[in-house]
């Protein structure tokens, strides 16, 4: 997880497809006057770990949830990018 910093609500941003939380490099700084910005990086891309199961909606959804529970982070605003949306559907 990627932290940018801000003052305000959390932000998160999670990364599509075959990106790393890198991919909002540019774009989160847009966002740390008015929320305190993250962006995840999706488990197999990147630095993260690779496994040979997981990838269905349910457990990345669940990487989420342990990622923000790890931060402590009880609320946040999600926002997903290309194939991140399946992940924080109810």
Do not use: C
Not at 54 to 64: K, P, R, S
């Amino acid at each position: 997880m990627l932290d940018f910093g801000g003052q305000g609500p959390a932000l998160v941003f999670l990364s599509g497809l075959g990106n790393t939380g890198h991919v909002f490099d540019t774009l989160a700084p847009e966002f740390i006057a008015s929320h305190h910005v993250y962006a995840l990086t999706r488990r197999g891309f990147g630095a993260s770990s690779w496994s040979d199961t997981g990838y269905d909606t349910a457990t990345l959804g669940l990487d989420v949830v342990h990622a923000l529970d790890g931060l402590g982070i009880q609320k946040a605003v999600l926002a997903g990018h290309s194939m991140a949306g399946d992940e924080w559907r109810p």
